[in-house]
């Protein structure tokens, strides 16, 4: 069960949204310390109950921040850019969040199946303006995101059709799950992760993310999370 949330955990979390995105790189819990006048140790406390409410992941045995939905620190294979500077996403749910976050033009560069043919996605104020001929698909359903987030993001890849998924499925091993739109993607980015720059924002909980993906359609048993009392 996710531990309580402290009120400087929004405040750090909007420490390091902002700072990636004005500077492309993840403050250290001493600099966080210095910015906002507390203690390091507290600041420490405040990513480990973080990572705990699957607010931002850290490497592992450290307070060293790995990601920050919807942003990685370390490289991936999905590519955000502005004409200003660029960042790594986790996946492309992640990356379309990114666009709402960032504003005015957002280029997303992925593969087709994480494989060697490359895809475009355009964002213009948070509309999607090229990459609506593909599909989207999830291989594992949001309720078991957590039981690893990496295997989890790394499982949403672009498609050219519906045609192509089973094959890659069954080629890789991997579950055939569920496909959407990318302007279904779009619409779920948009209310998941456009206030993630407030300073009091708070991790959705089961219930609240449960009511999202049912208000851009994404119902039925893949996008249904269960009993799960955790944040998502």
């Not at 620190?73 to 709402?100: H, I, K, N, Q, Y």
Request: proline share 6%; with cysteine; aromatic share 12%.
């Amino acid at each position: 069960m996710a531990v309580n949330w402290d009120n400087i955990d929004s405040q750090v979390h909007c420490e390091l949204i902002n700072e990636l995105i004005e500077k492309g790189s993840c403050p250290f819990p001493f600099d966080l310390s210095e910015r906002l006048k507390v203690a390091v140790c507290e600041i420490e406390s405040s990513f480990l109950r973080l990572a705990e409410n699957h607010a931002l992941v850290l490497h592992p045995g450290t307070t060293r921040v790995w990601v920050i939905h919807p942003f990685s620190v370390s490289p991936t294979t999905t590519w955000v850019e502005t004409d200003e500077r660029g960042w790594w996403a986790p996946c492309l749910w992640c990356a379309f969040g990114m666009a709402f976050l960032l504003k005015g033009e957002v280029r997303i560069h992925s593969r087709l199946g994480g494989r060697e043919r490359l895809a475009l996605f355009r964002i213009m104020d948070g509309v999607l303006a090229e990459g609506s001929e593909y599909v989207i698909h999830f291989s594992i359903p949001p309720r078991d995101a957590w039981e690893n987030v990496h295997h989890f993001c790394a499982c949403v890849q672009p498609f050219r059709n519906e045609e192509e998924i089973p094959a890659w499925c069954k080629a890789h091993g991997l579950p055939l799950g569920e496909s959407i739109t990318p302007n279904v993607l779009l619409a779920l980015a948009r209310v998941w992760y456009g206030g993630h720059r407030n300073p009091d924002w708070i991790k959705w909980n089961a219930r609240d993310a449960q009511r999202i993906f049912g208000e851009v359609g994404l119902n039925g048993p893949f996008w249904d999370l269960g009993s799960h009392d955790g944040r998502y």
